[in-house]
């Protein structure tokens, strides 16, 4: 079974410039997640997607931050304009359900300079 | 406020030196405890998950056991492969979200 895919592993840009990462989930999972992990901290919950719905994005920064998840599988994240704080290791996880166990990407580590 | 530490931060073994992980959690309502360990550039991959005071899970090595106020990761004889951070996540009572703890990053010597 093909696992979280991520693209890409790695970005480094400039503050102020934008930025987009994709996640194609596991198939026929319902459920999508975009964490955000800081070095030497747990994920930290951006976003949360219910097939093409969102279940909760109470902690991401909509002024600089959106997310999308069309026909409810591949889902995208953007930063527009990003920080020096944003620098971070952004991981894509994907379940079945709402309480289900999560399954982690590889994550796309962010470099802002 | 629902919270999860884990201890210690950091945990250096020998080689076949056995050891436990905490985790500690003060929620309304467990949902779920769940471990995960995560090696360097990569994310976090699914270990036990745990819902009852009393519950023990085994893999390999590894045993989870859960009360109701704590979990512990035994590490049994333990091998240079086994190093990674080992994080403890749990959902609580209608929330949807996992809460997560810092993690312990474990080193074991050849």
């Known amino acids: 079974e093909a696992g979280v895919a991520q693209s890409p592993r790695y970005k480094i840009i400039e503050k102020r410039q934008s930025v987009a990462f994709w996640c194609n989930p596991i198939?026929?999972?319902?459920?999508l997640y975009w964490y955000q992990q800081i070095l030497g901290q747990g994920p930290k919950l951006l976003i949360q997607f219910q097939n093409n719905g969102v279940v909760d994005d109470s902690q991401l920064p909509k002024d600089r931050f959106s997310a999308e998840r069309l026909k409810g599988v591949d889902s995208t994240l953007k930063i527009q304009p990003a920080k020096l704080e944003d620098s971070a290791v952004y991981l894509c996880a994907s379940s079945p359900g709402l309480a289900s166990q999560q399954f982690f990407g590889p994550g796309t580590r962010l470099t802002v300079l | 406020e629902d919270q999860v530490t884990q201890s210690p931060e950091a945990l250096r073994l020998q080689e076949g030196e056995s050891s436990s992980l905490n985790c500690s959690y003060t929620v309304s309502g467990l949902r779920g405890l769940f471990w995960y360990r995560q090696d360097p550039g990569k994310g976090p991959e699914f270990l036990f998950t745990?819902?009852?005071?009393?519950e023990e899970k085994e893999k390999e090595r590894l045993k989870a056991t859960l009360t109701k106020k704590e979990s512990f990761l035994h590490i049994t004889a333990p091998k240079p492969e086994d190093s990674a951070t080992y994080l403890c996540a749990v959902r609580a009572g209608n929330n949807r979200k996992l809460i997560w703890g810092l993690g312990t990053s474990l080193a074991v010597n050849p």
């Open positions: 745990l819902y009852s005071a009393g």
């Open positions: 198939s026929g999972h319902a459920t």
